[in-house]
C-alpha cells in the first residue's frame, strides 16, 4: 500500500518556525517530484512548494517564497517544508503529494500530483 504521511504540524505563534516531514511507504519515491499544498478553511487547496526529484529545481508559490524551503532526502523517501516567519494566514492543513509524471519540472497543481498525504494541521496565532 502506497502511503504518505506528513508529521511536524503544531501551534506557533507569528514569526516562529515550524518544520515539516513526509515520509513514502510502499514505493521509492526518489524519481518523483514531491510537493507541499495547505488547504486553509474555506478556501481551495492551493500549491505552496515543489522539488524535482534530484533536488535541482524547486518551485514556491509567491506567498511562501524566501520564507518556507523544500528539501527532500531521498535515501530517507522524505520530503521536507522548512517554514519561517509564519504569518496567521499560513493557517491550513498542509499534504505533501507525489508528482509521478515522467516530467522533469515539479507541477503546481493539483491534478498532477498522483498520491497524497493525509495531512497536518499547522496553525499561526497572531
Known amino acids: 500500500q502506497v502511503q504518505l504521511v506528513e508529521s511536524g504540524g503544531g501551534s506557533v505563534q507569528a514569526g516562529g518556525s515550524l518544520s515539516l516531514s513526509c515520509t513514502g511507504s510502499?514505493?521509492?519515491?526518489?524519481?518523483?517530484?514531491m510537493g507541499w499544498f495547505r488547504r486553509a478553511p474555506g478556501k481551495e487547496r492551493e500549491f505552496v512548494a515543489a522539488?524535482?526529484?534530484?533536488?535541482?529545481?524547486?518551485k514556491y508559490a509567491d506567498s511562501v517564497k524566501g520564507r518556507f524551503t523544500i528539501f527532500r532526502d531521498n535515501g530517507k523517501n522524505t520530503v521536507n517544508l522548512q517554514m519561517t516567519s509564519l504569518k496567521p494566514e499560513d493557517t491550513a492543513v498542509y499534504y505533501c503529494?507525489?508528482?509521478?509524471?515522467?516530467?522533469?519540472?515539479?507541477?503546481?497543481?493539483?491534478?498532477?500530483?498522483?498520491?497524497w498525504g493525509q495531512g497536518t494541521q499547522v496553525t499561526v496565532s497572531s
Open positions: 522539488v524535482r526529484w534530484s533536488g535541482g529545481i524547486t
Open positions: 503529494a507525489a508528482d509521478t509524471r515522467p516530467t522533469s519540472v515539479p507541477g503546481t497543481l493539483s491534478w498532477d500530483y498522483e498520491y
Open positions: 510502499g514505493r521509492t519515491f526518489s524519481r518523483d517530484a
